[in-house]
């Protein structure tokens, strides 16, 4: 098995296949109405692709977020697909790119119910659990050493 992770643009020919993995996880599976999963930092955001043997079974994005921080978004892997570490190479793959840019911190909104994901790739949760897009979420950061 053979998994590939790739960045690139909005414009990029790719992005059709990460928006399909969104549409799929996000709006079919959780409900997530279209106009809140499309939104306005899909142009300033780095897009992240996953292939398993060239099928696109994953994805991410990582946008500017403040100063020296940057926030990841849109982690997504499709259902018949988990379970098989692709979410963990993802965040691995954007994690280390983020470090070797030096990047003051990383943030993101997990859902609840990957949490303990996570925390497990050193993530920090902080403040209380809150509603977004009809779906409990937990603020994350994570701070990059070196």
């Known amino acids: ?8 643009p909005v414009t990029d020919p790719r992005m059709a296949a990460a928006r399909q993995i969104r549409y799929t996880v996000f709006c079919e599976e959780q409900q997530v109405p279209l106009d809140l999963e499309w939104d306005e930092h899909e ?4 897009h992240v692709l996953a292939e398993v043997d060239g099928v696109p079974l ?3 994005r990582v946008r500017p977020y403040k100063p020296g921080i940057f ?3 849109r982690v997504a892997v499709l259902q018949n697909a988990r379970g098989q570490g692709i979410g963990l190479i993802v965040m691995a793959e954007i994690m280390r790119r983020l ?5 003051g911190a990383v943030v993101l909104n997990a859902q609840a ?3 303990a994901f996570y925390l ?19 603020h994350m950061r994570w701070q ?3």
Do not use: N, W, Y
């Open 120 to 138: 497990k790739l050193g993530f920090v949760s902080e403040g209380e659990h809150f509603m977004e897009a009809g779906i409990p979420h937990v």
């Open 43 to 46: 142009g300033i955001c780095e």
């Open 71 to 73: 926030k990841i978004e």
């Open 1 to 8: 098995m053979a998994i590939t992770v790739s960045f690139f």
């Open 144 to 146: 990059p050493t070196g």
């Open 58 to 60: 994953g994805t991410a």
């Open 99 to 103: 470090s070797d840019r030096r990047v």
């Open 113 to 115: 119910q990957v949490e």
